[in-house]
C-alpha cells in the first residue's frame, strides 16, 4: 500500500521559507521520480520541482528556478522541497507525487504519475 503524506505546510509572510516533507512508504523510494506539484486558486495544477531519488538529479519549473531546492532522503524515504524567498504568487496547496521514471520531456506530465499526497497549504501574504 502505497502512501505519500505531505507536511511542514503553514502561513508564512513574503520573502520568508518553508521547507515541505513528502514521507513515502510502499515504495522502493531509491528507484524513483519524486516531484512537487502545485495548484492556486482558480488554477490548474502545476509542476514545480522533481528529483531522481537515485541520481539526485533535480529539474525545476521557470517559476521557481533559484527560489526553491529539491532534495531527498533516501534512508527516510522522504523528498523535501524548502521554499525561499517567497511570494504571495507561490500560495497554493502543495502536493507530492511518485512515478517510477523521471521522463525529462513529460516531467510535468501529471497523468505520468502514480502515486499522490493530499498536499498541504502554503500561504504567502
Known amino acids: 500500500h502505497v502512501q505519500l503524506v505531505e507536511s511542514g505546510g503553514g502561513s508564512v509572510q513574503a520573502g520568508g521559507a518553508l521547507r515541505l516533507s513528502c514521507q513515502a512508504s510502499?515504495?522502493?523510494?531509491?528507484?524513483?521520480?519524486m516531484a512537487w506539484f502545485r495548484q492556486a486558486p482558480g488554477k490548474q495544477r502545476e509542476g514545480v520541482a522533481a528529483?531522481?531519488?537515485?541520481?539526485?538529479?533535480?529539474y525545476y519549473a521557470d517559476s521557481v528556478k533559484g527560489r526553491f531546492t529539491i532534495s531527498r532522503s533516501n534512508a527516510r524515504t522522504t523528498a523535501y522541497l524548502q521554499m525561499e524567498s517567497q511570494e504571495p504568487e507561490d500560495t497554493a496547496i502543495y502536493y507530492c507525487?511518485?512515478?517510477?521514471?523521471?521522463?525529462?520531456?513529460?516531467?510535468?506530465?501529471?497523468?505520468?504519475?502514480?502515486?499522490w499526497g493530499r498536499g498541504t497549504q502554503v500561504t504567502v501574504s
Open positions: 507525487a511518485s512515478r517510477r521514471y523521471c521522463n525529462v520531456d513529460r516531467r510535468w506530465f501529471q497523468g505520468d504519475y502514480d502515486y
Open positions: 510502499g515504495v522502493t523510494f531509491g528507484d524513483l521520480c
Open positions: 528529483i531522481v531519488t537515485g541520481t539526485g538529479t533535480t
